[in-house]
């Protein structure tokens, strides 16, 4: 049987690792080629980021799907080398379809008197303008090629409630929702369908650390995953679990960009154990 996505091509954004792999494998298994970019290195403020090694891990587990990817390092700050990753994808594969704007960081907080000013720089530039930037490069193929598409913007449970000593993060994701809402009215006269996912706390590095077990277990000098999952689970979530897996949202995304989604634009879609029910 065919894939879900058979024949068409993926821009994903935050490959190295994470969500952006899975994304990048799930499509793939569904009969997407991948084009890919990962800033490939450390940003001042935010936890560790993926590494060159990383994405070509994920360039091989693409490839054992027996699916095409042209990977490139690019920090989705810059909107020229995002073009250009973008139109040498496109020159490569001969097509795009699909725009997963997924790169994003999570960094140190802190009320607002007391953050960092580049802190607050750095997130709002690569959660909101790295996705503003991510639909500029990428909307120009999609238009050119006259059958529409689907572009999923990655915002948060934190694009639609407040969290405490996280303004920066906050701040970009409730703008993530709002700029795929402009998307979606601007291009829908093109066929090209807007959502987002926003996701809870998904097992992936960004989430899964000990300073964010310890925001949930202070009384303990180094909690575990397993020490802190009950507090989070009860704390967060209507489901009793702490995190969700990075395949969860590979499959929002999936049936997001997908033709059994083909009406649904404007759409933020919660994958989030019923956090914003709490």
Known sequence: MPGRVEGKVAFITGAGRGQGRSHAVKLAAEGADIIAIDICHDVEGALEMATADDLAETVKLVEAQDRRIVATQADVRDLDAVKA???????????????????????????????????????????????????RAAIPHLIAGGRGGAIVLTSSVGGAKAMPGMSHYISAKHGVIGLMRTLAVELGQHH????????????????MNEGAFKMFRPDLERPTAADAEPIIAQFMHV??????????????????????????????????LGALLK
Do not use: C, K
């Open 85 to 135: 990753a973008v139109d040498a994808g496109v020159a490569e594969l001969g097509r795009l379809d699909i725009v997963v704007a997924n790169a994003g960081i999570a960094s140190i907080g802190g009320t607002v008197q007391d953050m960092s000013v580049d802190n607050w720089h750095n997130t709002i530039d690569i959660n909101l303008t790295g996705p503003w930037n991510t639909a």
């Open 239 to 272: 489901l009793p679990h702490g995190w969700v897996e990075p395949e969860d949202i590979s499959n929002a995304i999936l049936f997001l960009v997908s033709d059994e989604s083909r009406y649904i634009t404007g759409v933020p879609l919660a994958v989030d």
């Open 192 to 207: 090209i369908r807007v959502n987002s996912v926003l996701p809870t706390n998904v097992n992936t590095p960004m989430f």
